[in-house]
């Protein structure tokens, strides 16, 4: 297949991709206009977007509610394939998706990693051969669970055209910029059944010769990385600033969008990490894990505290806003993800000015 019949190909898998993403907007949408209903917002997705790609399979996987309790509730759910189309091109923007050489492991499984690599040496003629011990240990990426709400007014979503579109992009842009931000600060630690820490926390940021290029520095970073610990995948992150300055300053093979590769080594880019923050891994010794799938609720029956850092437990102060009386709908959605580093020499940081 030559170059641009690859490109092609490329391309309408990414399309199929977001037709299959948009069309789960579009039952957002639905579901908000319902309140909540999945049956009532079947009816709608097929009211209103008669010719979308996927509206047979919104039409055979919602139906109604019987008296069975044993099945009840199974059927009303946004089919598999879109969410996981929406989950997909979430993650193509965020790092976890886009770092080459990550581990994919299952939840809660023990998985072996290597924390020191075995020694050979010489062996002469009668004497006896050095032994040395590879160091194993097992290590589980646990269960936590990453959402928020989204409320937007009521006529937004009864009455505007295209909305489905923008919280398409919104919603992906606010999955990847979470993830991105919580993988890569220094100051975030684990919390215990709460959230994992990033990969560069519980590390000592890389020394920077002052006066350096933007280049040496970057250099500085990788280089601290092979000599503590030569590793299997090494990759460096950059934020989109830095790709921007390096190209500048001669660096033409690095883009924002798709990154390239530094003396070698590939180069990853996000638009959500701290300006100047560079970090090199092996990215072999970074296990992840996540459901495949989002738990989307929409309703406007609901009194969510509208804050980013909400009372905790709630206090007598704490003032919910009632979405019913200010003709707003919220938006929930929460997907199981997390990861866990297998060794702290295995990533290397510094802020490059």
């Avoid at 189309?85 to 993650?91: G, I, L």
């Avoid at 970057?218 to 601290?224: C, F, G, N, P, Y």
Wanted: hydrophobic share 45%.
């Amino acid at each position: 297949m030559d170059m641009q019949s690859a490109r092609l190909a490329s391309l309408t898998v990414e399309q199929v991709r977001r037709d299959a993403a948009l069309d789960f907007a579009r039952f957002v949408i639905c579901l908000g206009k319902s309140n909540g209903s999945p049956p009532y917002a079947r009816e709608l997705f097929l009211e209103q977007y008669p010719r979308a790609t996927h509206v047979d399979l919104i039409r055979k996987a919602v139906t109604v509610g019987t008296d069975d309790p044993a099945s009840w509730a199974g059927p009303l759910a946004i089919p598999h394939s879109l969410t996981s189309a929406f989950v997909r091109m979430a993650q193509a923007r965020s790092l976890l998706n886009r770092i080459p050489g990550l581990r994919k492991v299952p939840f809660m499984i023990p998985v072996p990693v290597s924390t020191t690599r075995a020694a050979l040496s010489w062996i002469g003629e009668g004497h006896p051969m050095k032994a040395t011990q590879l160091g194993l240990q097992s290590l589980k990426v646990p269960i936590t669970k990453a959402g928020g709400s989204l409320s937007v007014t009521r006529q937004l979503v009864d009455f505007v055209d295209g909305v489905e579109s923008l919280l398409l992009d919104d919603l992906a842009d606010a999955y990847a910029g979470f993830i991105d931000a919580e993988l890569t600060d220094p100051a975030k630690a684990p919390v215990v059944n709460l959230s994992p820490g990033s990969v560069t926390n519980g590390t000592t940021a890389v020394s920077l010769v002052a006066g350096t290029d933007i280049s040496a520095q970057v250099a500085l970073v990788l280089s601290a990385l092979y000599k503590d610990r030569p590793p299997r995948a090494p990759v460096l992150i950059l934020a989109a600033p830095l790709i921007v300055a390096l190209r500048q300053a001669g660096a033409r093979d690095l883009r924002v969008d798709v990154g390239g590769d530094f003396n070698g080594v590939p180069v990853v880019s996000s638009p959500f990490i701290a300006q100047g923050l560079t970090i090199a891994l092996d990215a072999q010794a970074i296990c992840w894990a996540d459901s495949g799938q989002l738990e989307l609720e929409a309703s406007d029956r609901v009194t969510p505290q509208m804050s980013d850092v909400p009372d905790d437990p709630v206090a007598a102060a704490t003032a919910p806003l009632s979405h019913w009386a200010e003709n707003l709908v919220a938006f929930r959605v929460r997907q199981i993800i997390g990861w866990q580093r297998a060794v702290v020499n295995a990533v290397k940081y510094a802020t490059v000015a």
